[in-house]
């Protein structure tokens, strides 16, 4: 509703108005990613929404719509991603210095969400060769 009547109010198609909004949304996420600040620990949509000066409403639509998961799931990949790249440089890290690293503090969490990402326990994915 509000973007139809932002749209009507400066003239501009409800579509045009979105595709503006997922540029900068685009724009404020990737320097977002490039300042790995997804490693920041309980950090809640709300705040990241927040921090980077959008509504929540547009961060979740634009992780749904545009990149396909919700926002926490699409922070939890890049956090695994990330942690995947510090094992694969040093794969004595403890996974407890690892997932703090990433911004997840409890090790059994940290553990899960490894592999609900991978499919595998992070010691099975070292041993599997790093893929």
């Not at 109010?9 to 949304?25: E, K, N």
Request: with cysteine; hydrophobic share 40%; proline share 3%.
């Amino acid at each position: 509703m509000w973007m139809r009547l932002t749209a009507r109010r400066y003239g501009r198609s409800a579509s045009d108005v979105q595709r503006r909004l997922d540029a900068r949304t685009a724009l404020l996420l990737g320097r977002w990613v490039a300042d790995r600040a997804y490693c920041h620990p309980d950090q809640s949509m709300e705040a990241v929404a927040e921090e980077l000066g959008i509504s929540k409403e547009q961060l979740s639509y634009y992780c749904r719509s545009v990149l396909g998961v919700h926002f926490l799931t699409w922070r939890k990949q890049l956090r695994i991603a990330e942690a995947q790249r510090l094992l694969r440089a040093d794969p004595a890290l403890s996974l407890q210095v690892v997932g703090e690293r990433v911004g997840i503090t409890d090790r059994t969490n940290f553990r899960r969400q490894f592999y609900e990402v991978c499919g595998c326990l992070p010691a099975e994915w070292l041993e599997r060769g790093c893929p």
